[in-house]
């Protein structure tokens, strides 16, 4: 079985990572990052066919649908979900922290409170 993290930003899914990487090699793994404020799926799709069938675990900031990708139907994915409001205020403070961070000069050159 192959197994898809979807990770959904401020939701408790860095520590999940960590956890997941103690069961697989580093070879089975394809994490998909963002760099630069852009989201690195395209380096996943480019691997060939016998690339992709090695990646046991496919995990990151990613899309639903990369399933379509490996050749095989037994692909699971697994999320985690947070309160809604709770994840909005851990994201604005997390940007708020981090002055490289894409949406730091607009929340705060902009003075955006949470309201």
Request: proline share 3%; glycine share 4%; net charge positive.
């Amino acid at each position: 079985m192959k197994l898809i993290f979807l990770h959904i930003p401020k939701a408790g899914g860095t520590t999940f990572h960590t956890i997941l990487e103690r069961f697989y090699d580093k070879e089975e793994i394809f994490d998909i990052r963002v760099v630069e404020q852009e989201l690195r799926t395209q380096e996943f799709l480019d691997l060939n066919m016998e690339q992709k069938q090695k990646i046991n675990l496919l995990k990151g900031h990613l899309t639903f649908g990369l399933h379509e990708q490996f050749k095989t139907s037994d692909v699971k994915y697994i999320t985690f979900f947070r309160n809604p409001v709770d994840r909005i205020i851990s994201h604005y403070d997390f940007v708020i922290r981090r002055p490289k961070h894409y949406l730091y000069n607009k929340v705060v050159g902009e003075k955006m409170s949470l309201l």
